[in-house]
């Protein structure tokens, strides 16, 4: 058998229907879909005091190891990187609100880790994904659909914060805010032409048509465009204080800051920052990966997941690499569905993607034009279009199903979080059944996390607050 063969073999490219030509697209635009992360993570965990060129090559570095991981442990299509929300809750939260240092943070974001990868040799996050009703699996992957593109929209300027309603529309005449409407257009337009030859292209078309136009408008310094910027290499040389910065935080952890906070206030709010993280890494993942799983039509003989342990357990490997990089937990990324969507069914892909994260740091200086969110957030509209069809597959005549599925996807959305949708849905679930006396009929796990749930909004309401 050769080399090639062995490939085809490995990633099981007959039996997914795939090739060489479909992986690859599929990498590449799952790449571009995630590209922004290799700005946002750096610029956000940056507010906390994390180096700058250090953030981006823990960023960069780490995403293609853990995407790579995943690849040859349970041959997904799914990328990994450092998580948005956790690394809002990383600077602005454990950082900037309870007063650790970034390096204590870190060591925080390692104990999880931990913990998250002992979790893992055990059969209880199997167990919960299978305990989900398959309604609420639709759901979740309609609720990530409608999310991401409202995620796409807020990227795009197409819709901004309002102080009186929450969000409003946009500035639709602002240069940067045109673009993107530009890219959205083109995306739906060469998605539905009947050409499939370009039909299965649109991400990448669109993406590159777009970041040309952008290219285009800022050499002419057209007012409103920034200008792209040239990096330096010499910034990636802080990479030395942020890889290992954890190890400096458990040597400060038992310490007072002075001012700032104490070590006793360190030690109370440990193990809610702990359990807060774990947590919500645990839930984003699930719901990622039933979701683009399910999308990629990857199932067993039972209709189930096959692998799942080992992805669970690649995802939580990510997070201890992360965690020694630099950088906030890194998790399974719902961007993944846009490589799905454009052929990708196997960890060949993640291949590709994990190349292009390693690539990118040698790009450092010209990689700023993938990263500009006007150029990139028409593919996570459309791919939320796409992945909001699986709302159809919820039985919407069963009043349970109906009800928690809607505050599954509607949580979502209003909270800016998949894990709070999804505890939205298992509480509203279980409530519902112990109503109608089913409480016979609810997996013992649905009780448990729907009360760990409870514990978690008490703690994100009232906990962090006291310090």
Request: glycine residues 10%.
């Amino acid at each position: 058998m050769s080399f090639i063969e062995k490939i085809k073999s490995f990633f099981q490219f007959e039996k997914r229907g795939t090739n060489f030509k479909k992986e690859t697209l599929g990498g590449l635009v799952t790449f571009l879909a995630m590209s922004y992360i290799l700005a946002v993570n750096p610029t956000m965990i940056g507010n906390a005091g994390v180096p700058l060129g250090g953030a981006f090559i823990a960023t960069a570095v780490g995403a293609a190891i853990a995407t790579i991981i995943m690849a040859f442990t349970a041959n997904y299509p799914v990328a990994l990187a450092p998580g948005m929300g956790v690394n809002a809750f990383f600077t602005y939260t454990i950082v900037l609100t309870i007063g650790y240092s970034w390096q204590e943070a870190l060591a925080a974001s390692f104990i999880g880790g931990l913990i998250f990868v002992a979790i893992s040799f055990t059969s209880l996050r199997k167990k919960l994904i299978d305990a989900i009703p398959d309604g609420l699996k639709s759901a979740i992957g309609a609720g990530i659909g409608f999310f991401i593109a409202f995620v796409g929209l807020q990227n795009a300027g197409i819709i901004v914060p309002s102080g009186s309603t929450g969000v409003e529309l946009g500035n639709l005449s602002q240069p940067t805010v045109l673009v993107a409407l530009f890219g959205v257009l083109v995306i739906f337009a060469l998605y539905n032409v009947k050409n499939k030859k370009i039909s299965r292209f649109a991400f990448i078309y669109a993406i590159l048509i777009t970041a040309v136009l952008y290219v285009i408008l800022a050499l002419l310094k057209v007012p409103g465009i920034p200008e792209i910027k040239i990096l330096s290499y010499s910034e990636l040389g802080t990479f030395s204080d942020t890889f290992g910065g954890f190890i400096t935080g458990f040597k400060t952890m038992f310490e007072d800051t002075p001012g700032v906070i104490t070590a006793g206030a360190k030690l109370a709010t440990l193990p809610i920052i702990v359990f807060a993280l774990l947590f919500v890494d645990i839930f984003d993942t699930a719901g990622t990966l039933v979701a683009v799983t399910k999308a990629a039509g990857i199932k067993d003989e039972n209709g189930g997941i096959p692998k799942l342990e080992k992805a669970l357990f690649a995802d939580a490997v990510g997070t201890l690499i992360s965690s020694t990089m630099g950088t906030p937990e890194i998790t399974s990324f719902v961007e993944s569905a846009t490589g799905v969507e454009s052929g990708a069914k196997t960890g060949f892909s993640n291949l590709v993607v994990g190349g292009l994260f390693l690539l990118s740091v040698l790009l450092f200086p010209i990689m700023s034009i993938f990263n500009v969110l006007s150029v990139t957030s028409m593919a996570l509209i459309l791919v939320g279009a796409i992945m909001a069809q699986q709302i159809g597959e919820i039985n919407w005549s069963d009043k349970i199903i109906a009800i928690s599925s809607f505050m599954t996807i509607i949580g979502m959305v209003v909270t800016y979080s998949v894990s709070d949708g999804i505890a939205f849905g298992f509480i509203t679930y279980t409530v519902s059944m112990l109503a109608s006396g089913k409480a016979r009929k609810i997996h013992p796990l649905i009780y448990i996390f729907s009360a760990g749930f409870i514990l978690y909004f008490a703690f994100y309401s009232v906990g962090f607050k006291l310090f």
